[in-house]
């Protein structure tokens, strides 16, 4: 077996953790390629090393004085290279830094760094070789990454290693100018390497022991999800649940590559696998709860609408005008709503609603805002009957007003509108139904 790992900023902030995750790499032969982020935060109220560069870079560009925030980020490096015994100076590499940050190299530049330095004292700690991420991934002048050329390079690279070290968020355009994918980008460097390797296995280590069923500022140490397949957690990754990147998600599905999501805090426990497709049966009737504040409604009604061609066309094009994407188009014989986000229509509210008017002659248009959308996702709802009744059996019991139902026909997710205020107590009655009491 092959496995790629990946390692995040909490989990290398201090020599500590560092310790830590060498024990976990060196403990199975078959992690082979190890991928390191900045370190994070060491404690609540400290800065991670990512923040440290971007505001000493800004101060360089800005011309000013820039060597006292530059010699805070190498103690940082140095109390790491201090607490784990290492003959290993960097300051070569600082210089280095301290000149391109003077010639205003770029943020990108800057802000990958940190990947870049953690990813030498890994490689030291380790006694693995370092990849540097510059020489094998690659970006096209666009600014988008350049998937095959990206395979080639790096598949060449590690046929040479059976064990290395590449840093994670950061890759290069051909004439060698940095580029980094937007933050938590080392989860997609990660995926990257384990298609490129042809790994079995892509093992992404943090700080929690797995994915959550729901957001755990809701609900009190919610159930993990032992296996979930990437359709499942792109429908809840969308709804804002977050543990991994979202574009990390792509390379190693379009492979086949599982991810295990790890915490390096608890080795020994199992976390959460992420599949194409599995036979394994959940614990629960949904896989998992998430949701987002923050949207409005556009309400149309008429007479005879479904009969009349390039309705719903006419009214979408209004909203494209503007530059607005829809959310959902819950909708019945002679009405139609419009779920978008607040935020992007408020600003062109009222040039939608009256391209509306003058391009269907709607009998009724309303504007309903300040609604959250909750999704309530699971590959067994298809299975078991009653899933939908029992989460508004939930919501009414808990007197939530239920505002829009919208539900595809693969039945892996029923999505539910309610009002803003009612977000929390929603998530925690139907989390309530379902995983704590089962009814």
């Not at 530059?70 to 600082?94: C, H, M, P, T, V």
């Not at 957690?233 to 599982?258: C, N, Q, W």
């Not at 987002?292 to 066309?313: A, P």
């Amino acid at each position: 077996m092959k496995k790629v790992v990946k390692f995040g900023g909490s989990s290398l902030a201090s020599a500590e953790q560092f310790i830590k995750v060498g024990k976990i790499i060196l403990a199975d032969e078959s992690r082979r390629y190890v991928v390191p982020s900045a370190p994070g935060k060491r404690f609540d109220g400290d800065t991670k090393v990512t923040d440290m560069l971007y505001q000493c870079y800004y101060a360089a560009a800005n011309g000013e004085d820039f060597s006292g925030m530059l010699k805070q980020i190498k103690a940082r490096y140095n109390e790491i290279i201090g607490g784990l015994n290492l003959k290993l100076s960097l300051d070569e590499e600082f210089e280095v830094i301290a000149e391109k940050f003077t010639e205003k190299a770029g943020s990108d530049y800057a802000a990958s760094r940190g990947e870049y330095l953690n990813g030498i004292v890994m490689a030291a700690y380790l006694g693995y070789p370092f990849v540097d991420a510059a020489e094998v991934i690659r970006f096209a002048e666009d600014g988008s990454f350049d998937p095959d050329v990206t395979d080639r390079l790096l598949g060449e690279r590690l046929k040479e290693m059976p064990k290395a070290v590449v840093p994670g968020f950061y890759g290069a355009y051909e004439d060698g100018r940095i580029k980094t994918f937007s933050r938590g980008g080392s989860d997609i460097t990660g995926s990257i390497v384990a298609r490129a390797s042809g790994a079995d296995l892509y093992e992404n280590w943090t700080d929690v022991s797995g994915f959550l069923v729901t957001d755990p500022r809701l609900i009190e140490n919610p159930e993990v999800i032992d296996t979930i397949t990437y359709r499942e957690l792109r429908e809840l990754s969308y709804m804002g649940a977050t543990v991994l990147h979202e574009d990390a998600i792509f390379p190693v599905r379009k492979a086949g590559i599982p991810i295990n999501i790890r915490n390096t805090n608890r080795p020994k426990d199992n976390g959460t696998m992420i599949v194409s497709s599995t036979c394994h049966k959940p614990r629960f009737t949904i896989t998992g709860i998430a949701g987002k504040k923050g949207f409005v409604t556009v309400n149309i009604e008429k007479d005879m609408m479904n009969s009349e061609i390039g309705f719903g066309r006419k009214v979408l094009e209004e909203f494209e005008k503007q530059g607005i994407s829809f959310e959902h188009i819950p909708s019945g014989i002679d009405t139609m709503s419009i779920v978008v986000h607040q935020e992007e229509f408020e600003e062109h509210e009222q040039k939608v609603l009256a391209g509306i008017q003058r391009a269907v002659h709607p009998d009724y248009l309303e504007v309903e805002g300040d609604l959250a959308l909750i999704a309530v996702v699971g590959r067994a709802m298809r299975a078991n009957r009653g899933t939908a009744g029992r989460i508004f059996s939930a919501l009414a019991h808990a007197n939530i007003n239920v505002k829009m139902i919208d539900q595809g026909s693969s039945e892996w997710n029923i999505i539910v509108g309610v009002r803003n205020d009612d977000f929390e107590r929603a998530i925690r009655a139907i989390y309530d139904i379902f995983i704590t009491t089962q009814l």
